[in-house]
């Protein structure tokens, strides 16, 4: 087994990660902000991405560098920058001094249209930054992760309960269970890489159609619920309002109405992990059943 230092640990997929590295015998260094409880095969490293003495510290000794670590809603540019790109160029440079050779990177389908939100655009220039390292690198950029613990798609889950989901304009989306994605990250730990890209999903053929995937988030809480496709400019509204009433907490931002009105979120085929590495294991229906009970297992629903 493998001795694994991890950015994002505390995080919904570090977390998830975490859990699998351990089950199957890895020893885990995970990076963290805050003091976390002992638990055997884990080392906790105090300290962020903006601190190179405790990155030196997180991956001395290590095997491989899991780089979750991002950041996803910021109130500006800069904060994308200092969160994507600086970060993933700090953990780059400890690898690199460390002689840590494997270097497994978590991207974003938003890297492939960099000019859609700020969101997008720094997560492809954390790619441009691996990418140009001298690590022997894969990279995965997951669609839209769900799964129990998950805090972004809850207010998706709190609408179908009342029969009610509010979309973005007719499109098509990939999506992907949390524990599907740390199957693969963990598989690449020992994997060739060959300096890859790769794109996985759920395997649904075709992917998911917004409404499709609304209704089936509706069965998940047991209700039937009527999609509703609103314009970005009703959207925009939606976001400036989210932002009102829940300041920095909020989740549709203007970043991100920019990216949910784009109509293709699907993976591309030709970027899928080869079958012999990793496939998906989770269907999506009995995916979103599982997260709808931790929803209402910890009254969140």
Known sequence: MSKIAL?????????????????????????????????????????????????????????????????????????????????????????????????????????????????????????????????????????????????????????????????PPPGKLSVIAVSDLARLLLALVAAPTNQRVLEADDGKPGAWTHDDFARAIGRAVGQRVMPMALPPPLLHLAARADRLVRGTRAKLTPDRVAYFCHPDWTIDAEKRPDPALWQPEVPTPEGLAATARWYRAHSLL
């Open 7 to 167: 950015t994002g640990g505390t995080g919904f997929v570090g977390g998830c990660l975490i859990d699998q590295a351990l089950a199957a015998g890895h020893e885990v260094r995970a990076l963290t902000r805050r003091p976390q409880a002992e638990r055997d095969g884990i080392d906790w490293i105090e300290g962020a991405l903006d601190a190179p003495d405790a990155l030196d510290r997180l991956v001395s000794g290590a095997e491989a560098v899991i780089h979750v670590a991002g950041v996803v809603n910021a109130p500006d540019r800069a904060g994308f920058v200092a969160g994507n790109i600086d970060g993933t160029r700090a953990i780059v440079a400890a690898a690199e001094r460390a002689g840590v050779r494997r270097f497994i990177h978590v991207s974003s389908l938003a890297a492939r249209e960099p000019q859609l939100s700020a969101y997008g655009w720094s997560k492809a220039e954390a790619e441009t930054v691996v990418q140009a390292s001298a690590l022997d690198w894969a990279m995965v950029r997951p669609p839209a992760i769900y799964g129990p613990g998950d805090m972004e798609m809850r207010d998706l889950f709190r609408l179908a309960r009342w029969g009610i989901a509010l979309l």
